[in-house]
């Protein structure tokens, strides 16, 4: 809960400070935010139908930005105390990974209840017969576990090595500092890139997820 609400507040005060000055001739803080929207929008547009995509622009934005800023902040900031962890990663905790997986999947049945109604919606995990619908009902939950668990695998292991790796530094002198220290800084700029990968996967699987339950195949 700490490491989340740090993680809100830095997400919160990075896109208020970019947005206190929104003009038509855009300065450099407005042409970041700007493009971190096309950005997102263009990870909706690739699975979304076009006319479609606005309804989820904002839950695609603010999910990106939360899911790399918590992706990145166990890297660069781990506080232990009592030989518990008090701040690190948020999404190397399986609770919350797994919530933002089952977030994304309810928004998704909400959108196709919402567009076809309750009835056409679910008779969809009958198709293309009733017997099917174990396998419909096996795929959601597969999905739910996948989208979830693949995060936190990622970025959970991250962590882990790095612990290792800072273990490491002090347990046979200043040779093993040295090379602990290279090893610190390569596995935190090859974490630093997993991070926006799986934050960029995350927000790509969920758009797939979303445009399945509001498009008839």
């Known amino acids: 809960m700490i490491s989340g609400l740090i993680a809100f507040v830095l997400v919160f005060l990075f896109v208020f400070a970019l947005s206190r000055h929104i003009t038509m001739k855009p300065g450099r803080g407005q042409n970041i ?15 979304i139908p076009g006319n479609e995509t606005s309804a989820f622009g904002l839950y695609g ?10 992706n990145e902040l166990g890297l660069f900031l781990q506080i232990s105390l009592g030989g518990k962890d ?16 089952l977030a994304t999947l309810m928004i998704a049945q909400y959108a196709g209840v919402m567009k076809f109604g309750w009835k056409k ?23 739910f576990l996948t989208l979830g668990l693949r995060i936190f695998g990622v ?48 927000v790509t699987l969920s758009s797939v997820y979303i445009a399945d339950k509001i498009e008839i195949d």
Do not use: C
């Open 61 to 70: 934005f603010t999910l990106f930005l939360f899911l790399f800023v918590s």
């Open 86 to 101: 008090w701040v690190r990663s948020p999404t190397s905790d399986p609770i919350v990974t797994m919530t933002f997986s």
């Open 33 to 47: 935010l700007e493009w971190l929207i096309d950005f997102t929008n263009n990870i909706l547009k690739g699975s």
């Open 155 to 202: 970025i959970y292991s991250g962590e882990m090595l790095l612990k290792i790796i800072g273990n490491m530094a002090f347990s046979g002198g200043v040779a093993s500092f040295g090379v602990a220290v290279v090893l610190a800084l390569v596995w935190q700029g090859f974490s630093a890139f997993l991070g926006a990968i799986q934050a960029f996967v995350f």
């Open 121 to 143: 919606h679910f008779s969809g995990y009958l198709k293309p017969f009733v017997f099917w619908l174990p396998i419909s009902i096996f795929e959601e939950f597969t999905n």
